[in-house]
């Protein structure tokens, strides 16, 4: 799978959530590869910035070994809207940089598309429910 699964940095490991190509110099880049395509680019840019600030104020050092490999035992992202959700509300770390309150109404307002969204029931699944074997 070429999708972060891991909170974790690598080089050429796309398992990861930061992932450092290897390759020239004027190739060399960061990929922060958690926020889809549909995700606010202003929360995810705030999201990043307030991870690096909390790392220079206090100081953190990423672990010393990059990821090797596709298959790793890294901590592993949440798989599923409600999991992240849950996480997000659940964290003290983003609320240093983001108010509070913001985070609160946030997550119940995403939390109620999430609900929006699993009470539809598409036509895939009515074909399969209704399938006989």
């Not at 974790?8 to 190739?27: E, M």
Request: hydrophobic content about 40%; glycine content about 8%.
């Amino acid at each position: 799978m070429y999708v972060p699964l891991h909170a974790f940095w690598g080089h050429n490991n796309r398992t990861v959530s930061l992932r450092i190509p290897a390759g020239g110099r004027a190739d060399r880049r960061i990929e922060h590869r958690l926020a889809g395509a549909d995700a606010n680019p202003y929360l995810t840019l705030a999201a990043v910035l307030s991870g690096i600030l909390y790392g220079i104020e206090n100081k953190l050092t990423p672990p010393g070994e990059a990821a090797p490999g596709l298959e790793n035992e890294y901590p592993l992202l949440p798989h599923r809207p409600a999991e992240a959700l849950s996480r997000l509300a659940k964290g003290t770390l983003l609320s240093k940089y983001i108010s509070q309150q913001y985070i609160d109404l946030y997550t119940l307002c995403k939390r109620d598309e999430l609900q929006g969204f699993e009470r539809h029931v598409t036509a895939l699944e009515t074909e399969w429910m209704l399938k006989t074997a």
